[in-house]
């Protein structure tokens, strides 16, 4: 899942990926969490190139979460930006769950 392509997701995303127009040495992505405590999902700065770059998240609970990333293009040239997303529990993923537990918790 490209995070960045949507604001508003309705579970927690598995994965997190950024994709640049052109190749970047990614330096830095931080995400946090309203309280603007930092996810910790094991990032580590690129030292060879790419556009595209994806890692495993942590299970994300309901709420705002915000990414700030720099990036280095291929001049040297430094980028920044900040963007935001939500992850929200929507009520019909919910009553699924529900209903899927308490059906597991029937003996057959």
């Not at 040495?25 to 060879?48: M, Q, W, Y």
């Not at 929200?88 to 597991?104: A, F, G, P, V």
Request: hydrophobic share 30%.
């Amino acid at each position: 899942m490209n995070t960045c392509a949507r604001s508003h997701v309705n579970e927690s995303p598995e994965q997190f990926s950024l994709t640049f127009g052109g190749e970047v040495r990614l330096a830095k992505v931080i995400i946090k969490d309203e309280k603007n405590k930092s996810i910790n999902f094991d990032f580590k700065p690129s030292s060879t190139p790419s556009t595209d770059f994806s890692w495993s998240l942590p299970s994300l609970v309901q709420g705002t979460y915000t990414v700030k990333w720099t990036a280095l293009g291929g001049d040297g040239h430094k980028m920044t930006d900040t963007f935001r997303f939500m992850v929200h529990k929507s009520e019909s993923h919910k009553m699924m769950q529900e209903q899927s537990n308490t059906h597991s918790k029937h003996n057959h």
